[in-house]
């Protein structure tokens, strides 16, 4: 897939963040191996119709082994600089609320995917490249796959690196009706740690 480049829409990132590799490349995220969604729109409709993100909201999940949806959680970033470590802090204090970690397995199981609700195109920036290196990281912390990123723009949704997207589900779209075997679990009791640098807006 061919890669266009747009500055980021919020604060650029900063000459020693960039240099301490809190970014990742388009390229590295192609090469990183992170697995296909079987049905991508399913997903990102699933999100969009739990969480209703507005821009600079985030929503981290987790799929089981047959992509099905375990658990997941939504939160804003505040107006800061764009950091990976900083977005990897906070999706792994997310992470830890919602479902136990797998670090005793020897090999993944479940698999962790990112939906970011932006301005701007679908075109990656280096915002988009700091919660890549941010969820690569947390998935490694917490025992998980590194899934998916996905923008959700005015435009529609992108799966980067893999070519994948549609019109809708949209920022400004409706959210679509649950469908009944879509329902979720309810999410283990696990508490949570809760991040100077992003504030949560909802965990369903």
Same mark, same amino acid.
């Given at each position: 897939?061919?890669?266009?480049?747009?500055?980021?829409?919020?604060? #650029?990132?900063?000459?020693?963040?960039?240099?301490?590799?809190?970014?990742?490349?388009?390229?590295?995220?192609?090469?990183?191996?992170? +697995?296909?969604?079987?049905?991508?729109?399913?997903?990102? #409709?699933?999100?969009?119709? *739990?969480?209703?993100?507005?821009?600079?909201?985030?929503?981290?999940? $987790?799929?089981?082994?047959?992509?099905?949806? *375990?658990? #997941?959680?939504?939160?804003? %970033?505040?107006?800061?600089?764009?950091?990976?470590?900083?977005?990897?802090?906070?999706?792994?204090?997310?992470?830890?609320? $919602?479902?136990?970690?797998?670090?005793? *397995? %020897?090999?993944?199981?479940?698999?962790?995917?990112?939906? /970011?609700?932006?301005?701007? !195109?679908?075109?990656?920036?280096?915002?988009?490249?700091?919660?890549?290196?941010?969820?690569?990281?947390?998935?490694?912390?917490?025992?998980?796959?590194?899934?998916? /990123?996905?923008?959700?723009?005015?435009?529609?949704?992108?799966?980067?690196?893999?070519?994948?997207?549609?019109?809708? +589900?949209?920022? !400004?779209?409706?959210?679509?009706?649950?469908?009944?075997?879509?329902?979720?679990?309810?999410?283990?009791?696990?508490?949570?740690?809760?991040? !100077?640098?992003?504030? *949560?807006?909802?965990?369903?």
């Amino acid at each position: 897939m061919t890669f266009g480049f747009a500055p980021s829409s919020a604060a #650029s990132l900063s000459t020693s963040a960039t240099s301490a590799n809190r970014v990742l490349e388009p390229a590295e995220w192609a090469a990183a191996g992170i +697995p296909l969604l079987r049905n991508p729109r399913e997903i990102v #409709s699933g999100l969009h119709t *739990r969480h209703r993100p507005r821009p600079e909201t985030a929503v981290v999940a $987790v799929l089981d082994p047959d992509d099905r949806l *375990r658990a #997941s959680a939504s939160f804003t %970033r505040r107006q800061a600089q764009a950091d990976g470590w900083m977005f990897r802090n906070a999706l792994l204090a997310q992470l830890r609320r $919602v479902i136990p970690h797998d670090l005793r *397995r %020897r090999t993944p199981v479940r698999t962790a995917v990112l939906l /970011y609700c932006r301005e701007g !195109d679908a075109r990656w920036t280096e915002e988009d490249g700091a919660w890549m290196w941010g969820l690569r990281d947390a998935c490694t912390l917490h025992g998980l796959r590194c899934g998916a /990123y996905i923008t959700l723009t005015r435009d529609g949704w992108q799966v980067l690196g893999d070519g994948r997207g549609g019109r809708r +589900p949209s920022v !400004d779209s409706t959210p679509e009706p649950f469908a009944t075997s879509e329902a979720l679990p309810p999410p283990p009791r696990t508490g949570g740690v809760s991040s !100077d640098v992003l504030r *949560r807006v909802a965990a369903r």
